[in-house]
């Protein structure tokens, strides 16, 4: 129905950086929110960053002035641009799109998860 696909973590060193991608593909009238979560081993998933579909934004504080998350509404595409990277970041990394369908069915999806590694 909507698949969403996450692509760009990898491994890093502390104070590096990376960019994360998340595409949604399948039967899409619109995007709401879009969201970056990410959980480490042993702890909850929590909320990174967040997009309206008219780009107002929110960070967890762990991660502002780090981390900026943007979005291509043409291309169903969102984006984690993550500066200074820390150890603690290591997680696997969720994207989250509120979505309607072309049935005018709204719901959450979910990605794979991509992991994050930032160690030296």
């Known amino acids: 129905q909507v698949q969403l696909v996450e692509s760009g973590g990898g491994l890093v060193q502390p104070g590096g950086s990376l960019r994360l991608s998340c595409g949604a593909s399948g039967s899409i009238y619109r995007i709401d929110d879009m969201g970056w979560y990410r959980q480490a081993p042993g702890k909850q998933r929590e909320l990174v960053a967040s997009?309206?579909?008219?780009?107002?934004?929110d960070y967890a504080d762990s991660v502002k002035g780090r981390f900026t998350i943007s979005r291509d509404n043409a291309k169903n595409t969102v984006y984690l641009q993550m500066n200074s990277l820390k150890p603690e970041d290591t997680a696997v990394y969720y994207c989250?799109?509120?979505?309607?369908?072309?049935?005018?069915?709204?719901?959450?999806?979910w990605g794979q998860g991509t992991q994050v590694t930032v160690s030296s």
């Open positions: 989250n799109g509120v979505v309607i369908t072309r049935t005018l069915f709204r719901r959450g999806f």
């Open positions: 997009i309206t579909s008219g780009g107002s934004t």
